[in-house]
């Protein structure tokens, strides 16, 4: 259902939740749209809109309505009940979708987390049909929810899965938190490095372009969400620069927040990152509006203002030349590439490396002769002009990146920089 508040029009309203559906596994039979000023309280459609599905179900012989918005339990039950069949909202699609792509155990249980957060509000609904189950006390007192040992067989099934579900979360949470400081753990211990990540709407190609760069075997499906789990590889930009590229999971519109918290900890690559490369499918007709949802997903993960390369992609299919014009109008400094077929890619090689040298600068360094490690640091991320040995000293006449020099400054401190 379309709300004159709701999200601008993307052409085809319900092709996203089309193409979500076929990755779940279901096959479109039929497809209804209805705009409203205000949301049904009982049915959020309006009543003979629901009369209409029914009808248009059951020529189908339709056994689930995916409904493109987020519904109430309640909204979900009377739905049910006046369809005679499954009702699912947006939210719960992307959970399973989800849940089925999970490979790892850290994404499993950050997919079990998510859909226990998204179901536990919705216990209530779920029960209300249900009567007390009786109990050695009965419904009466010491035998009431919440006396003293009367826990279990005199309490509703509402709270005992309340306590199922809180004990579950409780524990994924546990074990989440603790996979989540070794990632942070594994994230600063690359701080030497600099790190890339791939952003970008789900299906634009940044699983393509990963195996592009960096040979990684990522699989590269036409479906959405086809990488969930982090894959970082290291990325050989030439003249001795190596950077380290991340590819994470795909964002689209409406992205329930639950699974954005659960997830953090494998977006933590992003979070951090010294550079974002903002994969966008040039080809699509609403490029614009995917633009938009990725910031919003940035925007809430904190990253926002990261510094981002946006890549128009796909640039070989896109049909449209004034869209790629605006595009790259509202995306300054945006590079036009195809990861399928090579172009742009040595040109996306150089930027990232000049981002990664940043301001080259001429310096004079000394250091004890016997400090290889700042030694090495030096000659693998500058270039050496001139060498002096001097007692147990040396002194070089060095080009360092304006990055590279910060980081020889904080974290050797027997290096002596000066002016060349």
Not at 102 to 123: F, G, K, W
């Amino acid at each position: 259902m379309i709300l004159p508040n709701s999200q601008p029009d993307w052409g085809d309203p319900l092709g996203e939740l089309r193409s979500l559906a076929e990755t779940a596994g279901a096959i479109t039979v039929d497809q209804i749209i209805q705009r409203r000023e205000r949301i049904n309280p009982g049915f959020y459609v309006g009543r003979g809109k629901v009369d209409e599905i029914r009808r248009r179900a059951e020529a189908s012989d339709a056994d689930v309505v995916i409904f493109d918005n987020d519904l109430s339990p309640a909204q979900i039950r009377e739905l049910e009940e006046a369809l005679n069949c499954k009702v699912l909202d947006r939210s719960e699609l992307i959970l399973d979708i989800f849940a089925a792509r999970a490979r790892t155990h850290e994404a499993r249980i950050q997919v079990e987390l998510a859909q226990l957060e998204y179901t536990a509000p919705r216990l209530r609904g779920m029960w209300t049909h249900l009567e007390r189950i009786a109990g050695a006390g009965g419904a009466t007192g010491a035998g009431n929810v919440g006396g003293i040992g009367t826990r279990g067989p005199g309490e509703r099934q509402i709270e005992i899965d309340r306590r199922i579900v809180s004990r579950r979360m409780t524990a994924l949470k546990r074990e989440l938190a603790a996979i989540d400081r070794r990632r942070v753990q594994t994230v600063r211990s690359r701080r030497e490095q600099f790190t890339v990540s791939l952003v970008g709407y789900t299906n634009a190609g940044k699983s393509t372009l990963m195996n592009a760069l960096t040979d990684a075997g990522v699989l590269v499906e036409d479906k959405l969400f086809a990488t969930l789990d982090t894959k970082t590889r290291k990325w050989n930009l030439g003249n001795g620069q190596v950077a380290l590229l991340s590819d994470t999971v795909g964002f689209v519109r409406d992205l329930p927040h639950h699974l954005v918290a659960s997830f953090r900890a494998t977006l933590e690559e992003t979070i951090h990152a010294d550079l974002l490369l903002h994969v966008i499918d040039a080809a699509a007709p609403n490029a614009e509006k995917q633009v938009k949802a990725v910031m919003a997903v940035l925007t809430e993960l904190g990253c926002s203002e990261h510094r981002i390369l946006p890549l128009l992609n796909k640039i070989d299919a896109a049909e449209d030349i004034a869209l790629v014009q605006t595009l790259e109008r509202q995306l300054p400094g945006a590079l036009r590439i195809s990861a399928r077929s090579g172009r742009g890619l040595d040109q996306l090689v150089q930027r990232v490396g000049e981002v990664m040298r940043g301001d080259v600068r001429r310096v004079r360094v000394r250091l004890p002769a016997s400090d290889g490690k700042a030694l090495a640091f030096i000659e693998h991320h500058g270039e050496v002009l001139d060498r002096r040995y001097e007692d147990h000293s040396v002194e070089l006449d060095v080009r360092l990146g304006s990055r590279d020099l910060l980081y020889l400054q904080e974290h050797y401190r027997s290096a002596v920089v000066t002016g060349a």
